[in-house]
């Protein structure tokens, strides 16, 4: 459910030179196709920890969101996708299925790499969903 609504605000907004743009629309949950064209982005849940008490539940996930782009584009080009994704996730909230809401929170931001074909960016998340 979690992974979902991530996937629904990563891709709510595909007008021209949104982050859904920006990608050509190539956002994965999971893994991404292995001769997928680039850039692309891949989010996938990390880690997750339940909390119950009588009246309400908190999961807490970390997940990942990873940018692969060419890098013939350049580094700043990825960079600039990212600082895009960086906009819609810190600070938001979201309503996973079976929550009441979820906020979500950046841990860490744009660590990059890059071999001689790709550029990866890589930032953590946090997100507290909560239902009652």
Not at 48 to 70: A, N, P, Q
């Amino acid at each position: 459910a979690i992974v979902a609504a991530l996937y629904t605000k990563l891709t709510a907004d595909q007008s021209g030179g949104s982050f859904y743009d920006d990608l050509g629309g190539r956002i994965f949950t999971g893994m991404g196709p292995q001769d997928a064209d680039l850039p692309l982005a891949v989010i996938g849940i990390d880690a997750s920890s339940v909390e119950s008490t009588y009246t309400k539940r908190v999961e807490v996930s970390s997940f990942i969101l990873t940018i692969y782009g060419d890098i013939a584009a350049g580094a700043t080009a990825v960079s600039d996708i990212e600082a895009k994704g960086f906009s819609l996730l810190h600070g938001a909230e979201i309503t996973p299925t079976g929550y009441d809401r979820g906020v979500l929170r950046c841990l860490s931001k744009d660590d990059r790499d890059h071999d001689e074909e790709v550029v990866v960016s890589t930032s953590v998340y946090e997100i507290e969903a909560t239902t009652s």
